[in-house]
Nanobody, 119 residues
Framework: QVQVVESGGGLVQAGGSLRLSCAASGSIFSIQRMAWHRQAPGKQRELVAALISGGSTNYADSVKGRFTISRANAKNTVYLQMNSLEPEDTAVYYC?????????????WGQGTRVTVSS
């Protein structure tokens, strides 16, 4: 069974920083992408940052230059460094792992970690 566990959320003042961690464990085949999404109250879940297996990254326009996604040496762990946080970044942040096996695609999600940015 695969588990995806996020950590690192919390309360921070505007302008501050947080680092989120995501660890995936269990029988995972080939990871193609690890990504962070977020969902603010009353809004749809949106992609924040993604790290593709070849090393390329994608970011939402709203976080470019402020957030950085990276992968640990333990390759099933990914981080999201969030700097210059704004109240608009307040949301539950979810880690998503996209993996492939023989003829099948797996889409795993964590339970989320809450980030609250006060003004």
């Amino acid at each position: 069974q695969v588990q995806v566990v996020e950590s690192g959320g919390g309360l921070v003042q505007a302008g501050g920083s947080l680092r989120l961690s995501c660890a995936a464990s269990g029988s995972i085949f080939s990871i193609q992408r690890m990504a962070w999404h977020r969902q603010a109250p009353g809004k749809q879940r949106e992609l924040v940052a993604a790290l593709i297996s070849g090393g390329s990254t994608n970011y939402a326009d709203s976080v470019k230059g402020r957030f950085t996604i990276s992968r640990a040496n333990a390759k099933n762990t990914v981080y999201l460094q969030m700097n210059s946080l704004e109240p608009e970044d307040t949301a539950v942040y979810y880690c998503n792992v996209l993996a492939t096996g023989p003829g099948v695609t797996y889409d795993y999600w964590g339970q989320g970690t809450r980030v609250t940015v006060s003004s």
